[in-house]
Structure formats: C-alpha cells, structure tokens
C-alpha cells in the first residue's frame, strides 16, 4: 500500500488569479482553435467543446444545433445512422468488442467520410485491451482523428499516445454529475488534478487531451482550459433541453427530462438488458427540468469563456494555461440567495 501527500484538486478548490489586461471587450477574444495531430496528417479547427457521447445528450438534433456553433458533438454508442459530416463537426462513438469493430468497419467501407473522428470510449482506459483496439483502428484507418480513455494519469496518457496511436486523451474517471464510480469502486482523480497532470503529459509527445466530466458552469470550463486542457466535454450542462432524447415527465405543471449515467443500471437495462451478476451500476438517473433550447445555454457558456479570457489577458484559449495562475480557495460562492 502507498500514499501520495499531494493533495489533488477539482474545480471547486480554486480560483483564477485576474491579471492586468490590454483586452477592452469579449469581443476581442477568439475561441477557436485550429490542430494538428501525431498520429493524423487531419486538421481541426473549431471551438474545442464537445457534447458528450451520453444518449441523452449525443443526440443528431444536439449536433444540428451545436454545429452552428463550430461546436463538436460526440455521437452516442448506440446510433446506427449518421448525418453527412460537414465540417467535422461530429465524432462516432465505439466500445472495444469485436462487434464495435465490425460496425466501425462496415460503416467506414460504405461512408469513409463519417468515420473522420472516433471515439473509443471504456469506463475503463486502463485495460490492455484498449490499446491493442486502439491500434487496430488506426491501421483500419491511418487517416483517422482518434479519441480514447478515459484515464486520469500521465503513464497512461503517454501510453495511449504512444503505443495506442490515440491523437486525444479523454481524462476524468467519476466526476460526471450522474456518474458513481467513485463511491462505487473508490477510484479516480479530482478532475483539475487530473487535467494538470496528463495534459503535460500528452502535450510532451505532441498529443491532446479532452476534460471528460465536472464542468457545471462556465466558470469550471474556464479553469479547464486554463490547467491545460485542449478541449472540454459536457454533458450536464447540455441536459434537460430540447435537443436532448431522453424520456420526458411531466409533475405538477411542470416538464422534465430524465438524465442518466452510461454505466448506470437504468443505461444497462435499455441498452445491455440488464446488469450482470458480476458488476454494479456506477451511474444514476435524474429529473432535469426542461430547459427550451440549447442556444442559449451555448451562449451563456461562451460569454463566460471570453470573460475569462478578458480577465486574463488572454487572446485565444490557447493562450489561457500560460496566463493562468490558481488560487487554492475553502469557497468561491455567497450562498446567501441559494
């Protein structure tokens, strides 16, 4: 058994350090952000926020709303048909059993152009099994932009980088709002933490990394990009609107929309017909009221980025990490009217 004394930290831990700024306006600050790959000779360039590939929230009416945006949205598992992709605006989602493989596979022969981005999304990035699918992926298709985790450590990081030829790193294990990895197995990081430790490790071996969970509010996605990630994913925060599928209830007067961990017993059930013996869920379902459309909940999220930028005298989100300096803080709220 071993302990480390450093103290990990989340969003809630810290506050960014305002700095002198020669920025007058959020109209002067860009969002978007142009990249190259390791292990692509692929472009992209956008705004580096990504619907997560939850089914309520990777959803195609998520993608013809955010793509306005120049906004990625990560296609669930579970899709079957995809829209043609204009502008690379959207990721297909797989698992690593061979019949994900022969999806991909099929859909790749018959519509090469939709298969641009792929996500290879386990619970559990640290399986063996990842990299060797991940490898299998990139010889099926060398053109490909590739996105696998989720993991919350630098060794592994590198490792996916390296030896899976992954371009991008999702990081997070347990800090998705639905999400009970944490007090179901004890397992994971603090989400700043984490960020912090594996984007300088994917950044030393020219790769990329995706904040995948914990982001409530604009303030959090800032302090995201600002810890060095590259893009952000979320999930939450897109819940409960119009775009999204999930089953609509309807209690005094009011509409809500249910929202639901992937790992949670209630996504096994519709999805896997039920839980195994051997596992638990590590997710849980929630009512979300409804919240119209996600227009503009995008806009809130974008005005408090380009605040962020303005207060850090920072042009571009890729400037924000070097700009960026942490305060370790016990509140960042008054609660007063809460």
């Known amino acids: 058994m071993n302990i480390s004394n450093d103290i990990k930290l989340d969003f809630n831990d810290v506050l960014i350090k305002p700095k002198k700024s ?13 990249f190259h790959f390791p292990n692509t000779d692929q472009i992209w360039k956008g705004i580096p926020i990504i619907a997560s590939n939850m089914d309520t929230i990777g959803t195609i009416s998520m993608y013809n709303s955010l793509k306005k945006f120049n906004i990625l949205t990560c296609f669930h598992k579970f899709l079957n048909e995809y829209p043609d992709n204009n502008g690379n605006l959207y990721s297909i989602s797989i698992g690593i059993l061979e019949k994900d493989y022969e999806k991909l596979k099929s859909l790749y022969i018959k519509s090469p152009e939709k298969c641009n981005i792929i996500c290879i999304d386990v619970a559990n990035g640290y399986m063996t099994e990842l990299i060797l699918f991940c ?39 347990g800090s998705g709002s639905v999400c009970t990895t944490r007090t179901q197995t004890g ?59 999930g089953k609509i209830i309807t209690e005094n007067n009011k509409k809500y929309i249910e929202f639901y961990g992937m790992s949670s017993i209630n996504a096994m059930e519709k999805y896997y017909g039920g839980v195994n013996d051997y596992r638990s869920g590590e997710g849980k379902i929630v009512k979300i009221e409804y919240k119209g459309n996600v227009e503009n909940t995008i806009k809130d999220l974008l005005g408090g980025i380009r605040s962020t930028l303005t207060y850090t005298n920072s042009k571009n989100i890729y400037d924000l990490p070097k700009n960026t300096y942490f305060y370790r803080v016990n509140n960042i709220l008054n609660h007063i009217y809460n």
């Open 22 to 34: 020669s920025l007058k306006s959020r109209s002067e600050v860009n969002l978007i952000r142009e």
């Open 135 to 173: 490898q299998r992926v990139r010889e099926l298709i060398p053109s490909a932009i590739i996105i696998a985790g989720n993991v919350v450590t630098s060794e592994a990081t590198i490792d996916l980088i390296l030896n899976g030829k992954v371009d991008i790193v999702k990081v997070g294990i």
């Open 187 to 245: 397992v994971g990081m603090p989400q700043l933490s984490a960020i912090i430790e594996c984007s300088e490790a994917a950044h030393k071996v020219g790769g990329y990394i995706i904040s995948d969970g914990g982001i409530t509010n604009p303030g959090d996605a800032s302090k995201a990009f600002g810890a060095g990630a590259d893009f952000i994913m979320i999930g939450s925060i897109l819940a409960g609107h119009k775009e999204c599928e």
